[in-house]
């Protein structure tokens, strides 16, 4: 389970959100949002790591992660506007580079099919400089079956996919909820109405100004 107690974050000397309570228990589809500006993206890389926290407190499984950052890491994927991807490399040697950094080494054909899976037959072999950004972004996503981490932390996962794409992955947010997985997300799509999913709007956690 993730916890954030009394979370505060600020970009340079502002204050974007403070006083921010927040508990994913396995089966939770989290949608933050709140105007450009607000800390939406923020919220997530300070939750990830990424980013300083002013105040407060994130918690796995009821301790805090800063006592052992490690075991927190090797329970969360991270995906932010940025794909995290070498151009130079191909879809295959990309995701397999990425696993090697998590210490995971799956077989060729594992990584076949997870490629498979997000759409990509074909494109296995392609260095990604020349691939559209739509298809980047499905190498990106594939990592989320790859690495098979129970936290999702992923800042506008939708951009660049296209109308299938966003059926499908809106699909397996659903499915990776309602497998006991924990999802906390920000998007600028309308997501279809679903029993699971719920909304943090940052706007409750402005820093009230004094009169």
């Known amino acids: 389970m993730l916890s954030l107690e009394n979370l505060a974050v600020e970009r340079g000397d502002f204050r974007l ?109 392609t260095p990604l400089i020349n691939l559209s950004a739509g298809q980047k972004r499905r190498v990106a996503l594939a990592r989320l079956s790859m690495e098979a981490s129970p936290l999702w932390i992923l800042d506008e996962p939708f951009t660049a996919i296209d109308r299938q794409g966003v059926v499908e992955l809106e699909q397996q947010l659903h499915q990776h909820a309602e497998a006991g997985g924990m999802v906390l997300f920000t998007t600028h799509h309308e997501m279809t109405p679903n029993r699971l999913l719920q909304v943090l709007d940052l706007t409750h956690f402005r820093v009230r100004e004094n009169v």
């Not at 933050?32 to 890389?45: E, I, Q, R, Y």
């Not at 407060?56 to 969360?76: M, P, Q, T, Y």
């Not at 991270?78 to 130079?88: E, M, R, V």
């Open 17 to 125: 959100f403070e006083d921010l309570n927040l508990e994913l228990p396995p089966g939770s589809l989290v949608q933050v949002v709140g105007p450009n500006g607000a800390g939406k993206t923020s919220l997530l890389a300070a939750v990830a790591g990424l980013l300083p926290m002013a105040s407060g407190r994130v918690c796995w499984n009821h301790r805090e992660v800063k006592l052992d950052r490690s075991i927190f890491a090797a329970n969360f994927s991270y995906l932010g506007h940025a794909a995290g991807l070498k151009a130079a490399l191909t879809p295959l040697e990309n995701l397999q580079f990425l696993m090697a950094l998590r210490d995971h080494q799956p077989s060729i054909k594992a990584v076949m099919q997870a490629l498979a899976e997000i759409g990509l037959s074909g494109y296995e072999h």
